[in-house]
């Protein structure tokens, strides 16, 4: 098989599916088993997008090779210098944004508004990270002991694995390897199988941007694999992750062995509470948005509406509405209000726990089917679904089904809310809606999760501002934000004494 370099081939159209190599040491190559895999749209899943690598552990171990080769010369750049590549990039990303955001729906599903959002974080994030390659990096402290100073300097860390999901298939990839970059480490970046073609543009943005050659390497396929090559390669200094708990937990473990730096953005099972004297209007069309824009298959979605039972029903009924109402179909067409999930496999994953809530005794509302009628047909589409009766305790409750599932709790009480809110083994973000001061205030505190919003729906990051979760929602690390570059450098601490000469 020949493989072709992303720039000298025409942007990809449905006939004529682009081949990317991995990117490695400067250049696009095949990979060493030489096979490729199909990057489909899960609107038709019949549609090729591009093609990509099924990479072999052989081809982690060149892209780390080259990665470690790059970088005492990326190392000894000035940070203002590799903060502006990335700004560049940033506005390479700006002028591309419209084509960036459509091939990323045929990519995933997500309709247009969403995509081209998604590349606007990543617009936003490079624009204000690039600028940390110019602040001050460090603190300078008093000694306790006379003719001392002490000081701290932030340091790269070496080669960084970063491995990436496919909800958000350049705005993730972006706010990982931008900081990471602007640190002064080199990476190796293997994204999601069913998005490569959206990071595989970013690093292309980015070589167009002056990133020299080996500083940034891309290596497509099989997670499994791929990813235990790169977690256990002694020469990569950290990984840096955003998936599901599970493989979040398997990475740690492997981390954990050598001591690796990790950090982890994992799972959610986010909760809306809607006190009764929220605004039923604003909760119902914050959870449309929240539960199943992205066809529930963000980190921060909705999945769960904790409410009291004085207003349960009217907003159950409102909800439903919007649901049924929602226009289902192809990303692509600007009216469409819900795209696919990512792809097949999902739709009978999805599916699997709409017969759980079932079994369980909850009352399924609307929704519950797969969908396949007319244009549909070929397409992972899923429809909007509702619960009501869900107990906290059901695994409908509990346990992050990644769909456009939302499950509504009637609970008689502010205490009881928090309690189920917090009841869960996730603690990434959560809502409240009140217009009750004092409520509102108590749930900033009470509520257990990385990220709370107060009369708003459980999503909508902000790139100046610190993104993570508690629990078993990550590691305890935080992403995006002033502290962004920190999580990919080490601290050292410095003493310069300097007493008259005697
Ligand atoms: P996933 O865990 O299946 O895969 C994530 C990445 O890990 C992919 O690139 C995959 O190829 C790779 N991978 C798979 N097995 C691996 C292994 N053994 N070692 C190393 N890497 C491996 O997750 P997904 O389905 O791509 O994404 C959905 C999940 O991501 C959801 O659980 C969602 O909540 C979570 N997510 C979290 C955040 C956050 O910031 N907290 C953001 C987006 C998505």
Request: glycine content about 10%.
């Amino acid at each position: 098989m020949a493989t072709t370099t992303p720039t000298d081939t025409t942007p990809t159209t449905a006939e004529a599916p682009r081949t990317f190599g991995n990117y490695i040491a400067g250049e696009w190559r095949p990979s060493a088993a030489d096979v490729t895999f199909d990057d489909t749209n899960p609107a038709r899943e019949r549609e090729v997008v591009a093609r990509f690598q099924r990479s072999t552990a052989a081809d982690v171990d060149a892209a780390i090779t080259a990665a470690a080769a790059a970088f005492p010369a990326w190392r000894a750049t000035p940070p203002p210098q590799r903060g502006e590549i990335i700004l560049r990039a940033a506005l390479l990303l700006e002028r591309r944004q419209a084509e960036l955001a459509r091939l990323m729906t045929r990519e995933m599903g997500k309709p247009i508004k969403e995509t081209l959002g998604d590349v606007q974080t990543g617009i936003d994030f490079g624009k204000f990270v690039a600028g940390e390659g110019r602040r001050a990096e460090g603190d300078t402290v008093p000694s306790a002991i006379p003719d001392k100073l002490c000081l701290t300097l932030r340091q790269p860390l070496g080669v960084v694995g970063i491995i990436t999901p496919w909800n958000f298939p350049l705005a993730i990839p972006a706010w990982k390897t931008f900081p990471a970059l602007v640190a002064g480490n080199t990476v190796v970046l293997k994204p999601a199988s069913d998005t490569p073609l959206s990071a595989a543009m970013l690093v292309e943005i980015l070589i167009e941007a002056g990133l020299p050659a080996g500083v940034l390497n891309f290596v497509t396929g099989p997670g499994g694999t791929l990813g235990d090559t790169l977690v256990t390669d002694p020469r990569v200094a950290m990984i840096s992750l955003t998936g599901s708990t599970e493989v979040g937990r398997h990475v740690a473990e492997l981390c954990g062995r050598d001591l690796r730096r990790c950090s982890l953005e994992l799972g959610g099972k986010n909760a809306v509470i809607v006190m009764d004297d929220g605004n039923l209007d604003e909760a119902v069309a914050a959870v449309a948005w929240a539960g199943f824009g992205t066809t529930g298959q963000r980190c921060t979605a909705t999945s769960r509406v904790i409410i009291h039972e004085r207003v349960a029903d009217a907003f159950t009924e409102r909800l439903a509405a919007a649901a049924r109402d929602l226009r289902i179909g192809d990303g692509l067409d600007p009216e469409t209000g819900m795209g696919p999930l990512v792809n097949r496999g999902r739709v009978g994953a999805v599916h699997a726990y709409t017969e759980i809530g079932e079994r369980e005794g909850a009352r399924l509302v609307t929704g519950g089917t797969p969908l396949s009628d007319g244009e549909l047909a070929g397409g992972a589409f899923y429809a909007p679904t509702v619960f009501a009766g869900v107990r906290s305790e059901m695994r409908i409750a509990q346990e992050e089904i990644f769909g456009p599932v939302v499950s509504v709790i009637p609970v008689a009480d502010y205490d009881d809310a928090i309690r189920a809110a917090n009841s869960t083994v996730y603690g990434l973000s959560c809502a409240i809606f009140t217009e009750n001061a004092r409520t509102a205030f108590r749930a900033m505190h009470d509520i257990n999760a990385g990220l709370v919003y107060i009369n708003a729906g459980t999503t909508g990051a902000e790139p100046h501002l610190p993104f993570g979760g508690t629990k078993q929602s990550g590691n305890g690390h935080r992403e995006l934000g002033r502290k962004a570059v920190e999580e990919f450098s080490e601290i050292k601490t410095v003493f310069v004494s300097y007493p008259p000469v005697k």
